[in-house]
């Protein structure tokens, strides 16, 4: 299942950090460019972190991808199209790109995978050229510790305001 909310405040302590850190940037509600983005006030999460552009042809390619996400797709993917991934992973981040890109508003969700969930986050990015960029967030979190009602400084849940399953 799929979450996803107008008023996405982040699932997790770092989806909420992020948040911050693109609305702090963002001018007059208005998405912040990618040069606008301090990567050392996000140092903590760059590990988890990839930058999508999305050509005006649609085709997507991962410009930036942290080292913690081989453990979510088993390779190195920066440079690589999302064509290259299984099917059903390229269906949940295309629509997860274009929804962030078309609501020009932070989206994320989780997708429960048996014993962990993996929390996203995707983060439209204002963009002078022809592609669209958006800055994404992907953690893979055992299930106990969103269940566990722990003091935990690296995940914590927050509510969101409405959902939509995809």
């Not at 996203?120 to 269940?147: F, K, M, Q, T, Y």
């Not at 722990?150 to 927050?158: D, Y």
Request: hydrophobic share 40%; glycine share 8%; aromatic share 4%.
């Amino acid at each position: 299942m799929v979450s996803m909310s107008t008023r996405f405040a982040g699932l997790t302590k770092a989806q909420a950090e992020l948040v911050k850190h693109w609305r702090d940037c963002s001018r007059h509600n208005d998405m912040p460019s990618r040069e606008c983005l301090d990567p050392g006030a996000i140092k903590m999460h760059l590990s988890e972190i990839s930058m999508v552009e999305m050509s005006d042809r649609g085709e997507a390619r991962f410009r930036l991808a942290g080292s913690g996400l081989r453990q979510l797709f088993g390779r190195e993917m920066r440079g690589r199209l999302l064509s290259d991934l299984n099917q059903t992973t390229f269906e949940m981040w295309t629509l997860g790109l274009s929804r962030a890109l078309d609501m020009g508003q932070p989206i994320g969700g989780l997708i429960d995978q048996g014993g962990t969930s993996h929390a996203w986050l995707r983060l439209p990015l204002r963009s002078e050229g022809l592609d669209a960029v958006v800055l994404c967030h992907d953690a893979l979190i055992p299930n106990a510790r969103l269940n566990a009602h722990s003091h935990s400084q690296s995940h914590k849940s927050v509510n969101i305001d409405r959902s939509i399953a995809a």
